[in-house]
Each structure stands twice: as C-alpha cells, then as structure tokens.
C-alpha cells in the first residue's frame, strides 16, 4: 500500500477534474465537437463516457489515504498510453481531423502525459517515505 501524500492526492483530483470535464464535454457536444474538428462523432462520444467513468474511479482514489502501489501504475500507464494512443492517431492515419482537431489531439495528449508524469513523480516520492 502507498499512502498518498497531499502532492499525489490533488493530481489525482486533479486527473479526475479533468477527465470529468473532458467526459462531459465530448459527451454531450460530440456531435458539435466532430464537426468542427473533424474528429469521428464515435470516437469522441465514447471517448468522453469512458472519461467519465474513469473521472469517477480517479474521484474515489483520491478521496482514500492509502492505495495499492498497482492501482497507482494502472492509472500511470494508463494515462501514457491514452497519450500515445492519441497522438498515434495521426500519423497512422486513423483519424483526418482539421487543424483545430490536430491541435485538441496534441494538447489533450500532453496534457494526459503530463498528469502521468506529476502521478508518477508523486509515486516515487511517496514510495521514498519511511514507512
């Protein structure tokens, strides 16, 4: 178990802010959201039910004061790879989205990848602290 500093704590609340509003967002204006950046309605209407739920998961951890180290790595690599995955998309061809849907592409991965990087810090510092 880790138990979670103030540090780790509020980027987990700040992780689940985030994926709530993110979840909200592509959610309910997916459709609005596809056509102005050419982004497939699909993708951005599941993409923001699953941050939902995710934002909530990330709610309860933050609200504990002691997680398992795994549940932590899960959510880290989790993060890195919804970042990869993101800016995968475009070279791969998968999605053709305008300038505009580029750049929420690439600011919402490095925003992601920055989250996994503070979780990340925050893990290793709280794994540094005598027990």
Known sequence: ???LSSFLRR???????????MGVLLAALAGTLGGALHLPVT?????????????FVLA?????????????????????LWALDSLLLLPLGLV????????????QALFVALLAMLEYRGLQAAAAQPA
Do not use: H, K, T, Y
């Open 11 to 21: 980027v987990l609340w700040l992780d689940a802010a985030s994926c709530l509003g």
């Open 1 to 3: 178990m880790v138990i």
């Open 43 to 55: 993708l951005l209407r599941e993409s923001g039910l699953f941050l939902l739920l995710f934002g």
């Open 96 to 107: 053709v989205p305008n300038l505009p849907g580029e750049v929420f592409l690439v600011a």
């Open 60 to 80: 309860w951890m933050a609200s504990r004061a002691a997680l398992p180290r795994w549940l932590l790595w899960l959510v880290i690599l989790g993060n890195a």
